[in-house]
């Protein structure tokens, strides 16, 4: 099955600062997912983005699917975007499930 | 709009007893997923419904494993008998459409002892 890895593992940062998260898989794909899942285990979803670039507030992602990349940046760090995100993708042939990479584990603090 | 609902949050129980989930998706979803995430790792796919045909359930352990989502609406996972390995988070989650952008619960922690 497709491959899917994060990195860093984990990210430790000052509030304020910014942070450039990692995906890269094994496969083509198009579907491919963002989230955050909080502290408390709710599972929130960012992007839908299985190619280009997206915006959204401090946030913004781009895929590279050609090179089977996608980044997520997060800008001016706040102690709420805390938490675990997942990097989801899904291969290009028929109506194969979403397959989650292991996680970024990020810590933000004041 | 009501996001996807699910319950109970928690459940503990012994091995080998049975437990069931419950879970309403987001109101227009054709597709609903239910997850299964041990601690530590990401959503693993355990069922996937398109209405109430199933779509995918290539990861269920159907052994023990059951579910339905009749009427194309709520939808119920069940376990029986349950085993330690069991407990996990199970999250359920829905679409618009198949491959579409996916909304999920605050899920189930289960825990078997």
């Known amino acids: 099955g497709i491959q899917v890895e994060q990195s860093p593992p984990d990210l430790i940062l000052q509030e304020g600062a910014n942070s450039t998260l990692r995906c890269n898989f094994s496969d083509s794909v198009n579907n491919l997912q963002w989230f955050h899942q909080n502290p408390w285990g709710q599972l929130i979803n960012l992007f839908y983005i299985p190619s280009g670039t997206k915006q959204n507030g401090r946030l913004s992602a781009t895929t590279v699917a050609t090179e089977r990349y996608s980044l997520l940046y997060i800008s001016s760090s706040q102690t709420t975007d805390s938490g675990v995100y997942f990097c989801a993708v899904a291969r290009n042939s028929g109506n194969t499930p979403l397959v989650f990479g292991k996680g970024t584990r990020l810590s933000v603090i004041a | ?113």
């Open chain 2, 1 to 113: 709009e009501a996001g996807v609902a699910q319950s109970p949050r928690y459940k503990i129980i012994e091995k080998r007893q049975s437990v069931a989930f419950w879970c309403n998706p987001i109101s227009g979803h054709a597709t609903l997923y239910w997850y299964q995430q041990i601690l530590g790792q990401g959503p693993k796919l355990l069922i996937q419904f398109q209405n109430n045909g199933v779509v995918d359930d290539s990861q269920l352990p159907k052994d023990r494993f059951s579910a339905e989502r009749l009427k194309g609406v709520d939808s119920t996972l069940k376990i029986q008998p349950a085993k330690l390995e069991d407990s996990a988070v199970y999250l359920c989650a829905s679409s618009l459409e198949v491959r579409g952008q996916q909304f999920f619960g605050p899920g189930t922690r289960l825990t078997v002892l």
